[in-house]
């Protein structure tokens, strides 16, 4: 678990995808005023699949690793895996996500599984992902 817990402060301390937004063609705003986490998740859309997810924001360090790793996972998927990867985040954080085995990418987050009250920091990018990708599906609807 050490080299989870190595890889989640890299991630937050080393956010990768992070920086400017310009050229993004859709951006989504998360924001958790109880504790401050404020991020903005940008997607570019090719043929129905991501071609780049960026983000920015100020939040706290499981927030930063969370959205960082999301970024990874989400580019070069479908519209429609990337809501499957947001949907199977929500059920593996969730309590009834218990025995579910997670890709290599999620394990760092792992850590925090059994923090209610940290659940959210771990969300809130994929959150605004999800509504980035819904809005990119309506339009083309």
């Known amino acids: 678990m050490t080299?989870?817990?190595?890889?989640?402060?890299?991630?937050?301390?080393?956010?990768?995808?992070?920086?400017?937004?310009?050229?993004?063609?859709?951006?989504?705003?998360?924001r958790n005023p109880?504790?401050?986490?404020?991020?903005?998740?940008?997607?570019?859309?090719?043929?129905?699949r991501l071609t780049s997810v960026r983000f920015r924001g100020r939040a706290c360090a499981i927030c930063m690793a969370s959205a960082s790793v999301m970024t990874g996972m989400a580019g070069g998927k479908s519209l429609a895996e990337a809501l499957d990867v947001v949907a199977f985040v929500?059920?593996?954080?969730?309590?009834?996500?218990?025995?579910?085995?997670?890709p290599e990418p999620l394990e760092p987050l792992s850590s925090v599984r059994g923090l209610p009250s940290r659940r959210s920091c771990v969300l809130l990018a994929w959150d605004a992902l999800a509504?980035?990708?819904n809005e990119c599906s309506d339009a083309r609807a």
């Open 3 to 30: 080299i989870y817990k190595d890889v989640l402060i890299d991630h937050s301390r080393h956010p990768r995808n992070f920086g400017n937004l310009a050229g993004m063609g859709t951006v989504h705003r998360g």
């Open 34 to 48: 109880l504790c401050g986490d404020d991020v903005e998740v940008g997607i570019n859309v090719e043929n129905e």
């Open 90 to 102: 929500h059920r593996w954080m969730s309590a009834d996500g218990g025995q579910m085995q997670a």
């Open 131 to 133: 509504d980035a990708v």
